[in-house]
């Protein structure tokens, strides 16, 4: 059994209280079962405070529901099931011309599978892929920018022994709803589709090369993929066209 308890207090709203339990249960061998729930909110930002509707806003609630089955297989996978129901009430919304408001809420639900792999020789490997479904709970409309299938492959392995490595990652987002504004009631509604879109980044990053320092290099979207991402009512356009290939260079020093 694990348990947490987190306690907020922002000065324009009640204090909130979390908790986060999990019971976990390892029958035999490297089979895991694990039972989980929590709950948590969020309080409304400065924009939304700025322009809201009345009545005063409330924070988002969320509860969260969640069992996993974990295996391990051999001396170098693990494998893991996870089926989560999420329930997110007072959803803070753009809903008309006046501001935002909370609104009844909105509901998500899905899979997730992945596979981490690992040797002693410091390789290490996970690929993962969700299936969701959220909607709104009052309509039954999907959500906007929620896709339905995401899918992560990552590889790390190592060149200078604890010293320099290489990372690959392979990011997939399947298509997502947009917003799009009606011209006669100056409202938000679903609009046209967000295309999915698949990227590559490439890191090269060092730990402790010299003592305190840590230097990383970057190549994010390394095959110059053209996607864009939905916008949110306050643009004109449905979607924004996100960077092509880009670059950068990290260096931490700790004394």
């Known amino acids: 059994f694990n348990a947490g308890l987190r306690y907020d207090q922002y000065g324009d709203f009640d204090p909130s209280v979390n908790p986060r339990v999990a019971l976990i249960y390892n029958p035999v061998g490297q089979a895991v079962f694990k039972a989980i729930y929590g709950t948590a909110f969020r309080a409304p930002n400065f924009i939304e405070e700025t322009y809201k509707a ?51 809420g909105a ?19 996970r690929a993962s892929y969700t299936f969701q479904q959220t909607e709104d709970s009052s309509t ?28 690959l990652e392979f990011q997939y987002v399947s298509q997502r709803t947009t917003i799009q504004i009606d011209p006669s009631t ?28 840590d230097i990383s290099a970057s190549v ?3 095959l110059d993929q053209s996607y864009s991402d939905p916008s949110t009512p306050q643009h004109v356009q449905n979607v924004i066209p996100q960077n092509g290939r880009a670059f950068r260079v990290k260096m931490t020093y700790r004394f």
């Open 220 to 222: 994010y979207n390394l």
């Open 140 to 167: 039954g409309q999907v959500l906007t920018d929620s896709p339905q299938n995401v899918a992560k492959l990552n590889l790390s392995v190592p060149l200078w022994k604890d010293k320099i490595f290489a990372g």
């Open 107 to 125: 509901e998500a639900k899905g899979v997730e599978l992945s596979l981490d792999a690992f040797w002693s020789s410091g390789v290490r490997g």
């Open 54 to 104: 009345p009545p005063a806003l409330k924070p988002e609630t969320i509860a969260t529901y969640e069992l996993v089955y974990e295996q391990g297989i051999g001396n170098h996978l693990r494998s893991s099931v996870a089926g989560f129901y999420n329930q997110i009430d007072d959803l803070i919304s753009l809903g008309n011309n006046t501001g935002y408001q909370n609104v009844n």
């Open 186 to 213: 100056i409202l938000p509604e679903a609009g046209a589709d967000a295309g999915g879109y698949g990227v590559v980044n490439l890191t090269l990053f060092s730990q402790n090369l010299a003592k305190g320092l």
